[in-house]
């Protein structure tokens, strides 16, 4: 696959923009808060406590040098005031001990729980979201760059707690040293600044980085999984694939690590040069103090209080600096995060609410219905008329690629036909509220999904609230012959499917599509639409699989798709598609009598099984 050269672009995301990614924190923080209010305000309260300690214990030790000097130079010693002060700044260490594991503790409980509450909603918003949207690309990079915030977010978190925590410390360290010599401030502040301008310029610069690189994460992704995966395994030992694939992955990884190494260079190289300037200028601040102190302008308790001060201000800038550099980068995802929660549905809001007839009374009517996929130019399906009747079971054949998947999802309504209108008893398909129209149909689709849980599980996602009626179970499993699946299984119902999980038992093609079948049983829903569900079953079990659901589900109206005429005959009536058009429709003895596509495809499968 050609692909556009990338490069770094240092200034893609620039100083001004960093700094304005950090519009979403408090949105951030109203979310954490909704998450849990008094875990929320617990932590803040403790971090403002801790954030007065650090200047309280330094002015304690002050005094405590101080009278200790006092009572060395005085013959009469009076050591209770020394020994109250030793007092106090030992229950303040033990205090700010204790403060720091109660924020690490809230920290991480609320976390835990802001990250899922944060899948939680990334997986109901892409619920909400359309089919095309879904086999959008473009959507799949938002996607996959909001899925990111759900594990770093926390660090986001305490991160920024930290740093207003650390604003007061810094504050009040500012405050002590200003009072004894407030030029020396000066000094360590500009030092720091360049720091600072540094780091914002590479955290754009990585961001912007690990932004233009989403797809050919996505594309990285996709070739672990394929190289490295059960579902694939077999294809991929039989053809030898695993170097080509592993070759592949490396070819591509290999092009990030050498622009992120470049990156991380530059970034250490100036950051090492900013932070000897400001170890310099710290230690410059160092021989002042001593000078002073040594002139006699300055107590020995000034020194160690303003040596200290002077340490902590030098590690708490740093740490600043450094978290901001940290922050401002996860707040430009948080951006991504927010964008995607914020997607709005136009056509979603411009759907219609009539209520929907309880029963149907005539049916479903495609009227010219025409339909090009989102960005692509073509005619999947044209000038499409037919009716599928209330209580018919209508079965759709077609060479592949003819379109009957196509015209299965407008009928779902999970495309809006480019022309033409669907009819559902007279009144355009559009009025109605989508969910509630959606919920009219059962649905097996060729590629239904395995669910690697129980059993149970599989076939009640056709129905998922009943997951407890264990009759509508029992009764859904013995209609589409998947009682014998459960049979089979040592744990019946609670056998967990699948080989990814622990004493997981895989099942054979045909025993996946009778679960997929019951699931359909499982909802007692008006339309019944089953897109090639038994493909995986044997000539004659497919046609029995058919007449049963056919007996069953007698009064209902259905589509079935099926490459298999013995099976399609069965149906009330028979529409053929080819190339996306409606070649001829009618029952079976009179598509015979027709003498076309039918009758020619019909004839050469029953000489086939002969
Ligand atoms: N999401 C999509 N985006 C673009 N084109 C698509 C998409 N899905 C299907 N098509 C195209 O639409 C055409 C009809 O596909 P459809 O799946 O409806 O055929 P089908 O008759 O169900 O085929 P089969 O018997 O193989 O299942 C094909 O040419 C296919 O390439």
Do not use: I
């Given at each position: 696959m050609p692909r556009k050269k990338k490069s770094i672009e240092p200034n893609k995301i620039n100083f001004r923009e960093s700094f304005a990614s950090l519009k979403f924190v408090p949105r951030f923080f109203r979310e954490i808060r909704k998450v849990n209010p008094l875990l929320f305000y617990t932590n803040v309260i403790c971090r403002i406590i801790n954030a007065a300690l650090p200047v309280l214990i330094l002015y304690v030790g002050k005094l405590i040098i101080d009278e200790v000097l006092l009572q060395i130079s005085t013959e009469e010693k009076e050591l209770d005031r020394l020994w109250i002060l030793v007092a106090a700044e030992f229950a303040l260490a033990i205090l700010s001990d204790l403060i720091s594991r109660g924020i690490n503790l809230s920290d991480a409980l609320l976390g835990d729980q802001y990250s899922i509450d944060t899948s939680v909603r990334i997986i109901k918003k892409t619920s909400e979201i359309n089919l095309d949207q879904l086999e959008d690309s473009e959507f799949y990079d938002k996607l996959e760059r909001a899925r990111q915030q759900t594990t770093g977010r926390v660090g986001l978190m305490s991160n920024i707690l930290t740093q207003g925590e650390d604003i007061v410390v810094i504050l009040s360290l500012l405050g002590g040293v200003v009072a004894f010599e407030p030029w020396l401030i000066v000094l360590l502040v500009v030092s720091i600044v360049p720091t600072l301008i540094n780091e914002i310029k590479f955290s754009g610069t990585s961001y912007s980085l690990a932004r233009s690189w989403t797809q050919e994460r996505r594309e990285l992704d996709y070739l672990r999984y394929a190289g490295a995966s059960d579902v694939t395994a077999k294809e991929v030992k039989l053809f030898g694939l695993s170097d080509y694939l592993a070759k592949r992955f490396k070819g591509l990884s290999d092009k990030y690590y050498t622009q992120s190494k470049k990156l991380a260079k530059q970034r250490a190289g100036w950051g090492s040069f900013f932070n000897i300037i400001g170890t310099s200028a710290y230690y410059g601040a160092y021989v002042f103090i001593i000078f002073r102190t040594v002139a006699g302008a300055l107590s020995i308790g000034d020194l160690t209080f303003l040596s200290g001060s002077f340490n902590r201000l030098r590690s708490k800038l740093q740490g600043f600096f450094t978290r901001f550099t940290a922050i401002t980068e996860s707040a430009l995802y948080l951006q991504d995060y927010f964008e995607f929660l914020d997607l709005s549905f136009a056509e979603k809001n411009s759907e219609g609410n009539l209520p929907l007839p309880e029963k149907i009374s005539s049916g479903f009517e495609f009227k010219n219905v025409g339909f090009k996929y989102?960005?692509?130019?073509?005619?999947?399906?044209?000038n499409i008329n037919f009716e599928l009747r209330a209580g018919e079971k209508l079965a759709f054949v077609g060479?592949?690629?003819?379109?009957k998947t196509t015209l299965i999802k407008l009928l779902l309504r999970f495309y809006e036909p480019t022309e033409g209108e669907i009819l559902l008893d007279g009144i355009p398909?559009?009025?109605?509220?989508q969910a509630a129209y959606q919920q009219y149909f059962g649905v097996i689709f060729q590629d239904f999904v395995k669910f690697e849980l129980t059993l149970r599980e599989n076939i009640a996602m056709g129905e998922i609230q009943e997951i407890n009626d264990q009759q509508r179970l029992d009764s859904a499993a013995q209609k589409s012959l998947a009682q014998e699946v459960v049979a089979e299984?040592?744990?019946?119902?609670n056998q967990q499917l699948g080989k990814r999980f622990k004493n997981g038992k895989d099942l054979s093609g045909g025993q996946w599509q009778k679960i997929a079948i019951a699931r359909a049983y499982m909802k007692d829903a008006e339309v019944l639409i089953l897109d090639e569900p038994t493909s995986a079953l044997d000539a004659r079990a497919e046609t029995e699989a058919f007449q049963r659901f056919i007996e069953l589900t007698q009064g209902k109206t259905a589509v079935i798709i099926s490459h298999r005429f013995s099976t399609v005959r069965i149906a009330d009536r028979i529409m053929v598609l080819k190339d996306g058009a409606v070649l001829e429709i009618g029952t079976h003895s009179e598509l015979m009598k027709n003498n076309k596509l039918y009758a020619e495809l019909f004839n050469l499968q029953a000489a086939g099984y002969q």
């Open positions: 989102p960005k692509s130019e073509k005619w999947v399906v044209r060479e592949n690629g003819a379109g398909v559009k009025k109605y509220n299984m040592p744990l019946g119902y």
